[in-house]
C-alpha cells in the first residue's frame, strides 16, 4: 500500500498524519505549513507539530540514478522549487475560494441596494404627484394667495384647473367627426399625390436666406399653414419667430418676446396664430397679422421644448424638460392639465394623436409615454430607444408612431400591438433633428445631417438632399407631398419640387 502526501501527491519519504483531519503528508512539507500558516491545510483548523502522528510504512525506494544522469546538487534545488509551488498553489486555491464569497456577499448586498432606491425612487414619485395634486387645491381654498400672483408673474395662465366638461364634450366631439371622416376616405390615395419618381427628382426650387439673426445664428425649427401652404413659420437660436409668406414672397410677422433658443413652432389651422416654444421656460401664442403675443404661459419650470396643436383647434399641448406636460386654451391663455412623467424624466418631443383623444411624450432617456388626454394615465411605453427622443409623428390613420432618437435611429411603432415594427439605423456620423409623415401616409422625411425621404410600408429611402451648407432641423410636406420646405442652422429655409 503506498501513502500520498497531501500537499505534493506523491509518496512521502516520511509520512505523518495529522490527528486533526486525519491527512497524510510528507513530514517536512507539512512542518513547513503549519510553521508558515498555523493551520491544517484540509479543514483551516488550528494544528502544531506535536499533533503530527508519525506513520510506520515501508521506506519507499527511489529507483537508483544512473551515473552519469544528473548531479545530487541539481536534484535538491529542483526538489526545494517544487515544494514551494505546491505550497504556493495551494495556498492560491484557498484564496481563490474567500474571494468568491466575498464577491457573492457583494453582490447579494448591491442587489438588495438597488431594490431599496428602487422603492424610495417610486415614493418619491407618488409624493411629488400628491404634492402637485394638492398644490392647486390649496390655492382655490385661499381664493388665490401669494402663490397664484407669482405665477401670473410669468404668465397669464393661472393654475391648471382640470379640463372642464363642455371642453371634453367638445374633445369628444371632434373625434368621433374625424373618425367617421377617416372610415368614408377608407385606404384610397390620395388624387394627386407626388409618385416615388417624381420625388426622387426634387431640388431646390426656392431658397429663403437669412431670415434670423448672424448671432447667434441658425434656424432650429420649422412649420408650414396646412390652410393654403403659403406660408412657413419658424423658430431660431435667436429667440425669434418669423413668419413668412412664399407667394407673394414677404415677411408676415417678426414675433419678439422670447429670451432663449426657440424649440419647437407650430401653426393653428383656421387660426391667424402661431405658437412657439422656448428655452425661456414659456411657451406663447401670438397673431400673425402684427407678430404681437396673445398669452404667455409660464407654467412649466424648465425649457418648453415640445408644441402640439389639438385637432379641435382650441388646446395646446406642451412638454418641458422639468418633466410635465400641459394641455391648455389657445384663446383663454388657461392651462387645464399639468402632468409629470412617472419617473420624472424631461419631456424632450410630444405630439397629439389625429383623433386628438390622445397624445404621445418622448423623453430624455428615450422612453415614449402614450397618455390618454381624459384620465391623464399612461396607457403604454416604447423603450426601443436608447436616447433622447428629439421628434415623433403620428401617421394620418393613427395607427403607427414614427420617432427619432439621438441614438441615431428611427423607430416606427404600430400602436394597436404596441410593439416595434421597423427600425431604421442611421451612420454613426449622422445626426437627426426631426422627422415628419406626410398627410397621406405614404412618405416620411427626416431632416439631421442632410435630408431623407422614405417610402412608408416598405420604409425603404427614396432620396436624399444635400442642398443644404449646415444640419437641417426641421421639414414639412406640402399637400399631397407635391414639396418640401426644410429649415437649416445655415439661416435658410429651401423649397424642394420638381
Known amino acids: 500500500m503506498s501513502l500520498i502526501c497531501g500537499l505534493s501527491g506523491e509518496v512521502p519519504e516520511d509520512p505523518v498524519v495529522s490527528s486533526i483531519s486525519g491527512g497524510v503528508y510528507e513530514r517536512r512539507l507539512i512542518e513547513k505549513y503549519v510553521d508558515e500558516y498555523g493551520t491544517d491545510p484540509n479543514n483551516g483548523e488550528a494544528l502544531a507539530k506535536e499533533q503530527l502522528i508519525a506513520i510506520k510504512a515501508p521506506k519507499f525506494v527511489k529507483p537508483k540514478l544512473a551515473p552519469l544522469a544528473g548531479v545530487p546538487g541539481l536534484l535538491k534545488t529542483l526538489q526545494d522549487e517544487w515544494d514551494s509551488v505546491m505550497l504556493y498553489n495551494h495556498t492560491l486555491k484557498q484564496q481563490l475560494q474567500s474571494t468568491r464569497q466575498e464577491l457573492s456577499h457583494a453582490l447579494y448586498q448591491h442587489d438588495a441596494a438597488c431594490r431599496v432606491i428602487a422603492r424610495l425612487q417610486k415614493e418619491l414619485a407618488a409624493a411629488r404627484e400628491a404634492l402637485a395634486t394638492l398644490k392647486p387645491q390649496i390655492v382655490m381654498s385661499n381664493g388665490g394667495g401669494d402663490h397664484r400672483e407669482s405665477m401670473a408673474e410669468d404668465g397669464d395662465i393661472g393654475q391648471p384647473m382640470g379640463i372642464p366638461e363642455p371642453v371634453l364634450k367638445k374633445i369628444v366631439t371632434r373625434n368621433e367627426q374625424l373618425t367617421a371622416e377617416r372610415k368614408q376616405r377608407g385606404k384610397a390615395v390620395p388624387e394627386g399625390l407626388a409618385t416615388v419618381d417624381q420625388i426622387k427628382g426634387y431640388h431646390v426650387t426656392h431658397s429663403i436666406p437669412s431670415l434670423h439673426k448672424t448671432t447667434p445664428g441658425g434656424i432650429t425649427c420649422i412649420d408650414i ?49 402661431v405658437l412657439s416654444a422656448s428655452d425661456d421656460k414659456t411657451f406663447r401664442a401670438w397673431n400673425v397679422e402684427d407678430g404681437k403675443c396673445l398669452h404667455t404661459f409660464g407654467i412649466h419650470r424648465g425649457a418648453v421644448k415640445a408644441v402640439s396643436v389639438h385637432p379641435a383647434w382650441d388646446y395646446v399641448l406642451s412638454a418641458s424638460l422639468d418633466s410635465t406636460w400641459a394641455f391648455s386654451d389657445i384663446a383663454t391663455g388657461r392651462t387645464y392639465r399639468l402632468e409629470s412623467d412617472p419617473d420624472n ?154
Open 345 to 498: 424624466l424631461g419631456i424632450t418631443a410630444a405630439q397629439f394623436h389625429p383623433d386628438g383623444m390622445i397624445l404621445a411624450a418622448g423623453t430624455s432617456r428615450g422612453i415614449i409615454r402614450i397618455w390618454e388626454i381624459r384620465q391623464a394615465e399612461s396607457a403604454a411605453n416604447f423603450t426601443d430607444h436608447l436616447d433622447e427622443v428629439v421628434g415623433m409623428s403620428f401617421s394620418e390613420n393613427g395607427y403607427h408612431l414614427v420617432s427619432a432618437s439621438k441614438d441615431n435611429t428611427v423607430q416606427v411603432w404600430d400602436l394597436r400591438k404596441l410593439k416595434t415594427i421597423k427600425t431604421i439605423t442611421m451612420p454613426d456620423n449622422y445626426k437627426i433633428n426631426d422627422v415628419v409623415v406626410d398627410q397621406s401616409a405614404t412618405y416620411m422625411a427626416v431632416a439631421g445631417t442632410d435630408l431623407k425621404v422614405y417610402r412608408c410600408k416598405e420604409w425603404s429611402e427614396v432620396v436624399t438632399l444635400k442642398e443644404h451648407t449646415a444640419d437641417v432641423t426641421g421639414v414639412r410636406f406640402g399637400p399631397n407631398a407635391s414639396f418640401l420646405v426644410s429649415s437649416s442652422l445655415d439661416r435658410s429655409v429651401k423649397y424642394f419640387s420638381e
Open 225 to 273: 399653414q396646412t390652410g393654403d401652404y403659403k406660408q412657413v413659420v419658424t423658430g431660431g437660436n435667436d429667440g425669434m419667430v418669423v413668419v413668412h409668406q412664399r407667394d407673394p414672397e414677404n415677411v408676415v410677422a417678426s414675433c419678439k418676446g422670447h429670451t432663449g433658443k426657440i424649440n419647437r413652432v407650430a401653426f393653428v389651422p383656421t387660426k391667424n396664430v
